[in-house]
């Protein structure tokens, strides 16, 4: 019953989407199920994100309880997941019942800090240390990826050194300066890179990657949902 009751859970799941799909069940019986299924869908996802913070917890505390070799690093990963967390969670409004337990224990001029809008601990802490850390960050990839691909594109054959023109030129294309460089050699060449690299051969060796990528979701489902496919229960 172990095995067998979640193969049939999740071949009527699978089923009822499939169907849904490529009918309108729409007002029938079998459309009140799938949006059920919907709705379920969305609440293991809520409950799955939870998962991860309370694992991100547990891990972290773990280091700094066994003062584990960087555990500074794990303290600050913490900290600034409960102070991110807490003030964005907490009722902006008085007129809710843990709202009005609230603003009893602080000053009612407190509430603009809290919940997610302008002036709050969380719109602060996005915008004056998040935000310069990711700019940061994608700033110091740039550099890796330069040099990544230095290495990478080298004419040893007829394939990479085509490879190695087109990054050339998508690279010059997408900064200022090297744009600028392009249109004194020809003021047409920008547009011909966006026309035919970017909008043609980029946007069909993407949909190629997609066409694979459902494909293989396409494939996985169907094992999934006929029972071949068993690794969601803990199973090889």
Same mark, same amino acid.
Do not use: C
């Given at each position: 019953?172990?095995?067998?009751?979640?193969?049939?859970?999740?071949?009527?799941?699978?089923?009822?989407?499939i169907?849904?799909?490529?009918?309108?069940?729409?007002?029938?019986?079998?459309?009140?199920?799938?949006?059920?299924?919907?709705?379920?869908?969305?609440?293991?996802?809520?409950?799955?994100?939870?998962?991860?913070?309370?694992?991100?917890?547990?891990?972290?505390?773990? *280091?700094?309880?066994? =003062?584990?070799?960087?555990?500074?690093?794990?303290? $600050?990963? /913490?900290?600034? +997941?409960? #102070?991110?967390?807490?003030?964005?969670?907490?009722?902006?409004?008085?007129?809710?019942?843990?709202?009005?337990?609230?603003?009893?224990?602080?000053?009612?001029?407190?509430?603009?800090?809290?919940?997610t809008?302008?002036?709050s601990?969380y719109?602060?802490?996005?915008?004056?240390?998040?935000?310069?850390?990711?700019?940061?960050?994608?700033?110091?990839l740039?550099?890796?990826?330069? *040099?990544?691909?230095? =290495?990478?594109?080298?004419a040893?054959?007829a394939? $990479?050194? /085509?490879?190695? +023109?087109? #990054?050339?030129?998508?690279?010059?294309?997408?900064?200022?300066?090297?744009?600028?460089?392009?249109?004194q050699?020809?003021?047409?060449?920008?547009?011909?890179?966006?026309?035919?690299?970017?909008?043609?051969?980029?946007?069909?060796?993407?949909?190629?990657?997609?066409?694979?990528?459902?494909?293989?979701?396409?494939?996985?489902?169907?094992?999934?949902?006929?029972?071949?496919?068993?690794?969601?229960?803990?199973?090889?």
């Amino acid at each position: 019953m172990k095995t067998t009751l979640p193969v049939i859970v999740a071949f009527l799941s699978g089923l009822i989407m499939i169907i849904g799909f490529f009918f309108n069940l729409e007002g029938t019986r079998l459309g009140n199920v799938q949006d059920g299924a919907l709705q379920w869908v969305t609440i293991v996802g809520g409950f799955t994100l939870l998962l991860g913070v309370v694992s991100i917890v547990r891990i972290h505390s773990r *280091s700094i309880g066994q =003062r584990k070799k960087g555990w500074m690093f794990n303290l $600050a990963a /913490l900290i600034s +997941i409960f #102070a991110m967390a807490i003030p964005a969670i907490l009722p902006v409004s008085a007129g809710s019942k843990l709202g009005g337990i609230l603003y009893s224990l602080i000053p009612l001029s407190w509430s603009s800090f809290f919940g997610t809008g302008s002036g709050s601990i969380y719109d602060w802490l996005f915008n004056y240390l998040e935000s310069p850390m990711m700019a940061t960050m994608f700033a110091m990839l740039a550099f890796y990826v330069a *040099s990544a691909a230095y =290495r990478a594109f080298r004419a040893r054959n007829a394939e $990479a050194s /085509l490879l190695l +023109i087109t #990054a050339v030129l998508v690279m010059l294309w997408r900064i200022p300066m090297g744009e600028a460089f392009l249109r004194q050699i020809h003021p047409a060449i920008p547009g011909y890179i966006n026309t035919f690299i970017m909008n043609g051969a980029n946007v069909a060796v993407q949909r190629g990657i997609l066409i694979g990528a459902a494909l293989g979701a396409a494939s996985m489902s169907l094992r999934i949902i006929l029972g071949i496919e068993r690794t969601y229960m803990g199973k090889n």
